[in-house]
T-cell receptor, first 117, second 114 residues
């Protein structure tokens, strides 16, 4: 079974509009972390935002916010006021067993976001 | 802002050759990782390294792969005898605590096996 599911292979958004990128996850751990990364065409992985499973408030970082719905096991990324430079691939990832050694991330398939002028 | 540095950014190698990918993690980080991304696919975990030993490895990380922290700063991934299917982007990452905070990726090494 997929641990991280991103159901939108591609998304379009008009510049200055908000967009939501979906991510659902599957884990039996009580303690886990959820990440979003941006990968532009140049290839690097840019950290955007992190949400811990015990964090009561939804994470926010500038124009990025994470809509964390624990019961539904979803961790959607919301980008407000889209800019042309937001066009990229976006990956959702999960770190299980947060307090054990190791710390590997499990990634979803990604969503390619295109921002239209 | 501290960053994870990877060299080279692009490497082309002949099938069957050994290749070493290099990484300098963030200086106060204790956990180190290698991931790979085959073109157009998702990022896959290869190996994690803590306290000078492998803490976890994936099925991909077979006997052809090895990791080393030869000194206090470098973290290397060696592929002993490269195959065409090893062509991918290889990312190094480091983390201060192994939990969520400060999990940082390098900009990657694109390995092309011909």
């Amino acid at each position: 079974a997929q641990k991280i599911t991103q159901t939108q292979p591609g998304m379009f958004v008009q510049e200055k509009e908000a967009v939501t990128l979906d991510c659902t996850y599957d884990t039996s751990d009580q303690s886990y972390g959820l990440f979003w990364y941006k990968q532009p065409s140049s290839g690097e992985m840019i950290f955007l935002i992190y949400q811990g499973s015990y964090d009561e408030q939804n994470a926010t970082e500038g124009r990025y916010s994470l809509n964390f719905q624990k019961a539904r096991k979803s961790a959607n990324l919301v980008i407000s006021a889209s800019q042309l430079g937001d066009s990229a691939m976006y990956f959702c990832a999960m770190r299980e067993a947060l307090y054990n050694q190791g710390g590997k991330l499990i990634f979803g398939q990604g969503t390619e976001l295109s921002v239209k002028p | 802002e501290p960053e994870v540095t990877q060299t080279p950014s692009h490497q082309v190698t002949q099938m069957g050759q050994e290749v070493i990918l290099r990484c300098v993690p963030i200086s106060n980080h204790l956990y180190f990782y290698w991931y790979r991304q085959i073109l157009g696919q998702k990022v896959e975990f290869l190996v994690s390294f803590y306290n000078n030993e492998i803490s976890e490895k994936s099925e991909i990380f077979d006997d052809q792969f090895s990791v080393e922290r030869p000194d206090g700063s470098n973290f290397t991934l060696k592929i002993r005898s490269t195959k065409l299917e090893d062509s991918a982007m290889y990312f190094c990452a480091s983390s201060e605590t192994g939990r969520g905070d400060g999990y940082t990726f390098g900009s990657g090494t694109r390995l092309t096996v011909v």
